[in-house]
Structure formats: C-alpha cells, structure tokens
C-alpha cells in the first residue's frame, strides 16, 4: 500500500467500492491528491479534468452534472488511466418509511431517516 500510495508502481490491481448516488470525483481523479501520500494513485489529471472536477461540484442542477459527468467520464475513457472491469447497474429501491438525506450531490444511502 505504501508504493501505492506513492506512486511506486507501473501497473497495480487493486478493489474499489462505489456508492449508487452521485460521485464526487475530486479526492480520486484530481490533481492536487495526485502528490505521494495523495488519494489519486494512478497520478492522472490535467487542466481539463481538474476543470471538470470543479464544475461538478459546483453544478447548478442535474441536468447540468449530469453532463459533466459524462464528459469527464469520456475523459477517463480516452486516456484510460486504469482499467474498470466492471460496475454494477442494479437500481436501489427505497422503502416509503424512509426519508432520504439529499446532499449537494444527491441523496445519501449512508445517512437515512426512519420516517415519524
């Protein structure tokens, strides 16, 4: 994990987890955590993705990110920094005595409340 996170590396396999609500991709894909001890290991970035990155963040609505998310998705395509092997496409269903926690980016699965 040390040469990881160093950068110490030519080709590394390694898990990955993702939670089914909109990601922010800036502690993994942008260039300031691309420095050893950072969190983007594959070292990848450049002023077009950082500038992605910051827009979806900063993304006034849906439709909006969702654009930008498929445009820096094309980016990570085309340079291909890792390999994907897969992502599931299962939907989340969402009981109706739940009461979802939406956050900037969407609604969190991590932080739901029991309805009263």
Known sequence: MKKLKNG???LAAR???AQPVADDPKQLWHT?????????????????SDALIDA????????????L???FQQLIYN???VIFLF?????IVLHQSFEPVVNRLGISLQHLKLKK
Do not use: C, L, W
Not at 87 to 91: A, K
């Open 69 to 71: 998310y498929k445009d």
């Open 87 to 91: 992502s599931p496409q299962e939907r």
């Open 8 to 10: 110490e590396f030519e």
């Open 32 to 48: 300031d955590s691309a420095v050893p001890g950072g969190t983007n290991y594959p070292r990848f970035g450049n002023a077009a």
């Open 15 to 17: 898990g990955a987890n």
């Open 56 to 67: 979806i963040q900063n993304a006034p609505d849906e439709a909006t990110r969702t654009k």
């Open 79 to 81: 340079e291909q920094p």
